[in-house]
């Protein structure tokens, strides 16, 4: 068996002798351009020349949850693509999201700043039934997430595309501008965003959606940038209408220096950190999959397989 790996944002090596030590009898190999032809890719954002010249895979491995980068190239027809299935993922995620969300609803950023200045002040305590947390995608990740929020009592909404039952999240489901979706932003106040990226989900945080959630509205972005309008979120943050926002992911990584975002005294920013993927366990996850598919399990069997239709 032959295993090419492919990521230039990583150091490649720990990953290629984590491969090589889970298959010992395999050809685990750095890809590089004219590389010969591997059984499985494990990738995070190739370039297309990876897949062009990569034409007898069985099946392409992300090493992320997000497959957007992957969706944007020619892939090889019928190869299946399989991301990563939470892998450790789930819990990072929900510790920062309702950190966010803590950190907001405490106004614990306004105690820091005064705390800075020597300042011992109180807030007036604010109603959690004020500020209700609407989670749109409730995926392995926004399940977790929406979970995770019921336990500290904020009232929860959760927004997917098909109908879900989550213990403790009031759930939401239609497509983007149904009036399912419309209901959820209605009954939301701070809004996370958990869906992956795909034509249907492009801009979907933009003037209009953000205009519908409750008064004093905020957004935590951990999807990714392109999610997002960001002139639409500082005009409405600027206005008054939102209070502000917390965003670990932007339309251009590293966000550019003299974005509005990185000195907006409402907007905190993270460089896309919010749940890491985490090499052993994505190794170890990946490793099971391949031995399955290797001894001729039906792919539907495995979990995280992308549906090339949905984008996801
Ligand atoms: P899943 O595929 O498990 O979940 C996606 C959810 O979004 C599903 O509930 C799905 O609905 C819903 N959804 C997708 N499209 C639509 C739509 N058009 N309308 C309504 N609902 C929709 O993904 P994960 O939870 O694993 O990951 C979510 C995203 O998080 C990733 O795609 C990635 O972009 C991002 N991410 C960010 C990280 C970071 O560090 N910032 C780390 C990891 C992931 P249904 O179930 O009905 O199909
Ligand atoms: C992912 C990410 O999609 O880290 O896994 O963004």
């Known amino acids: 068996m032959r295993i090419s790996f492919c990521c230039f944002d990583t150091k490649p090596q720990p990953w290629v002798d984590g491969l090589q030590a889970a298959f010992p009898d395999a050809d685990v190999s750095l890809w590089a351009a004219g590389a010969e032809p591997a059984d499985y890719a494990v990738v995070w954002a190739p370039p297309q020349q990876f897949f062009d010249e990569q034409q007898q895979l069985k099946g392409i491995f992300n090493i992320g949850a997000g497959v957007d980068a992957l969706m944007k190239l020619k892939l090889p027809a019928g190869v299946p693509v399989v991301r990563l299935d939470d892998a450790g993922m789930s819990v990072q995620m929900a510790e920062y999201v309702c950190h966010a969300v803590i950190r907001h609803f405490r106004e614990l950023d306004v105690y820091e700043a005064d705390v800075a200045q020597g300042k011992w002040s109180y807030r007036a305590p604010r109603l959690r039934g004020e500020f209700p947390v609407g ?34 999240v009031q759930c939401f489901s239609g497509e983007v501008g149904s009036t399912g979706f419309q209901d959820f932003l209605a009954a939301s106040r701070i809004l996370v965003c958990l869906l992956p990226l795909t034509p249907d989900t492009v801009g979907i945080m933009n003037r209009d959606t953000l205009s519908r959630l409750q008064p004093g509205g905020y957004v935590i972005n951990v999807a990714r940038g392109t999610h997002l309008v960001d002139e639409d979120l500082l005009a409405l943050i600027d206005s008054g209408r939102l209070a502000g926002a917390t965003l670990d992911v932007f339309r251009t990584e590293p966000l ?46 495995l979990a995280g397989v992308v549906d090339p239709k949905k984008g996801y």
């Open 135 to 168: 989670v749109m995608g409730l995926g392995v990740l926004g399940e977790r997430v929406g979970r995770a929020l019921a336990q500290f009592e904020f009232p929860v909404n959760g927004w997917s595309r098909s109908p879900k039952v989550v213990e403790g």
């Open 256 to 301: 550019p220096a003299g974005h509005a975002f990185w000195k907006h005294p409402k907007v905190t920013v993270t460089p896309h950190t919010s749940a890491r993927t985490l090499r052993e366990e994505s190794i170890a996850q990946i490793a099971g999959k391949i031995r399955s598919l290797a001894a001729g399990a039906p792919i539907s069997t």
